[in-house]
C-alpha cells in the first residue's frame, strides 16, 4: 500500500510563504473518493439509527386541537369600524360598511322608533361585526347608551334595539407640588385636565386661584375614573382632596346625601360651599385693587377704583359669584358691556365690566346659578388691555371684593351624621396614608 502524509498545518511554510516540504508530498488520487464515500456511510447510518426515534419524537397534536381550527373558522367573527367625521351622514357610513344604498336607507328607518340616525355626531363611532349566525351594526350614542341593528343569518329584516353600556371605573391617586402652575403640576403628575378644573371648583370658595396661588404649594387628589367598554374615559369624580396653600390646609371629602345630592364636605362635616366664590374669573392675575384713589389709566386724572381688576385673554369665561337674578345687563358708559346680579338675600350684589360679550340667554330678570358662565373678558368701554373690573357690593356701597368673608353652606344634618362619617372615612383615612410633598414656607 502506497506510504501518503497529510500536511500538519502546524509545520511552518517557507519564506515568501510558500509550504514546507512536507507539504509538497503527493496524495494518493483516490483519497478524496474515500473521503466522499466515509461522510455518505457515515449521514447514512445516522439517518437509519435516528429513523424511529424520529417517530417516537413528534408531538402527537390532541384530536381537539387540531379539530379547534375549523371549529373557530366556522365561528369566525369579521369586525369593522369607521369613525364618523363633520358632514358625514348615517346612510353613507353604511355603505362605508358593506351595505347597499337601499339596505342602508331600510337600516335608518327601522333605527327611527328607538334613535333618530340623522343626528349622529362626528368623533364617534358605527361598528359591523360579522359571524356565521348574524350580521350587527352599533352606534355607540353615548357613554351609558347605543344602539344594536341585527339581522340573522339567511333574513332580511332588521331588528333594533337600546342597549346599556357596561361601564368601568378605577381609582387613581395624585400628589403634586406647583413650581410653575397647578395646570403644569397637575401634569406632570398624570392628572387630566377635567379633574383639575374639579378640583379647583372644590376650593374656589376658600382659594383664589388667580391671587393666592404660590410656589411650593402642594395638593393631594384621589379620585375615580369612569370607562365605557370601548375604554375612553367618560369622566372623573373626586372623592378626597387636600390643597396646601401659603401653609394653610384645606381638605375635602365627596359625600352622596340620603336623597342622591352629592357635595363636598370638610372631614368635620361643614361644606365646602359658600355663599359666593372667591374669584369670578379663573386662573387669571389681579392687574389693579380696591383703592380709594388711583390715576385713571385712561383718562388720567385720579379717582377711586371701586372693584378688582383680573387681567385675562380676551373671551376667558366669567362666573357668576353667587346664586341672584341679573338687576342689568347691557352698555354702561365707560364699563362698556356691563352685568349687575343681585343675590339671593337682597343685600348683596356684584358687577361685571369691559365684557367682549354676555353669554347665551343673560339679559335682564333672568335667574344665575353660582359658577355660571354670564360672560366673556375683553376690553369694552374705557380699557387699555382685556380684562374683567369686579365688584362687590353691600347695600348698594362697593366694598374690597378680596375682603368680604362668606358664610359657608348649611353643613351635613344632624340625622345624616353617622352616615357621613361612615363613607367618608375611609376615603380621609387613604389621603392620610398618602405621602405628603414638601408644602410652602
Request: proline fraction near 5%.
Amino acid at each position: 500500500m502506497p506510504k501518503f502524509r497529510i500536511h500538519d498545518v502546524s509545520e511552518p511554510l517557507m519564506a515568501g510563504g510558500e509550504p514546507g516540504p512536507a507539504a509538497n508530498r503527493r496524495l494518493p488520487e483516490w483519497l478524496p473518493w474515500l473521503g466522499g464515500a466515509a461522510v455518505v456511510a457515515i449521514t447514512l447510518l445516522t439517518l437509519i439509527a435516528n429513523l424511529g426515534g424520529a417517530v417516537h419524537a413528534r408531538q402527537v397534536v390532541p384530536h381537539e386541537e387540531w379539530l379547534a381550527p375549523e371549529m373557530d373558522q366556522a365561528n369566525k367573527t369579521d369586525s369593522r369600524s369607521i369613525r364618523i367625521k363633520p358632514g358625514d351622514h348615517a346612510v353613507a357610513i353604511l355603505q362605508q360598511l358593506g351595505f347597499s344604498i337601499g339596505e342602508a336607507r331600510e337600516m335608518v328607518i327601522i333605527a327611527t322608533d328607538r334613535y333618530n340616525l340623522r343626528n349622529i355626531s362626528a368623533g364617534k363611532t358605527f361598528k359591523r361585526v360579522d359571524s356565521a349566525d348574524n350580521t350587527d351594526v352599533y352606534y355607540n350614542i353615548d357613554g351609558e347608551q347605543r344602539l344594536h341593528l341585527q339581522r340573522h343569518s339567511g333574513e332580511q329584516s332588521w331588528t333594533c334595539n337600546m342597549e346599556a353600556r357596561e361601564l368601568l371605573t378605577r381609582q387613581r391617586v395624585v400628589t403634586g407640588r406647583i413650581d410653575d402652575s397647578l395646570f403644569g403640576a397637575a401634569e406632570s403628575a398624570g392628572m387630566d385636565q377635567r379633574t383639575t378644573m374639579n378640583l379647583v371648583d372644590i376650593f374656589a370658595w376658600d382659594i383664589d386661584f388667580a391671587r393666592d396661588m404660590r410656589r411650593g404649594d402642594s395638593f393631594r387628589v384621589i379620585y375615580e375614573e369612569h370607562f365605557d367598554d370601548a375604554g375612553r374615559v367618560l369622566n372623573t369624580s373626586i372623592l378626597t382632596a387636600e390643597f396646601i396653600n401659603q401653609g394653610d390646609h384645606f381638605r375635602a371629602v365627596r359625600y352622596e346625601q340620603s336623597n342622591g345630592q352629592v357635595s363636598y364636605f370638610t372631614p368635620d362635616g361643614k361644606s365646602m360651599r359658600k355663599a359666593y366664590l372667591k374669584a369670578p374669573v379663573k386662573f387669571s392675575r389681579i392687574s389693579s385693587r380696591f383703592q380709594t384713589s388711583r390715576k385713571h389709566p385712561v383718562l388720567g386724572y385720579t379717582r377711586a377704583h371701586r372693584g378688582v381688576d383680573y387681567a385675562a385673554s380676551s373671551g376667558t369665561p366669567i362666573h357668576a359669584i353667587g346664586d341672584g337674578y341679573v338687576s342689568f345687563s347691557g352698555w354702561k358708559n365707560g364699563f362698556g358691556r356691563f352685568i349687575l346680579i343681585t343675590h339671593n338675600n337682597r343685600n348683596h350684589a356684584t358687577a361685571y365690566a369691559h365684557m367682549r360679550a354676555f353669554a347665551r340667554g343673560i339679559k335682564r330678570g333672568v335667574r344665575v346659578k353660582q359658577g355660571q358662565v354670564i360672560g366673556y373678558v375683553g376690553m369694552s368701554g374705557l380699557a387699555t388691555g382685556p380684562h374683567l373690573h369686579f365688584e362687590f357690593r353691600v347695600r348698594g356701597v362697593a366694598v374690597n371684593p378680596l375682603t368680604v368673608k362668606h358664610p359657608p353652606a348649611r353643613p351635613v344634618a344632624g340625622n345624616e351624621r353617622k352616615r357621613f362619617e361612615q363613607q367618608t372615612a375611609p376615603l380621609l383615612k387613604q389621603l392620610d396614608q398618602l405621602q405628603p410633598l414638601a408644602a410652602w414656607g
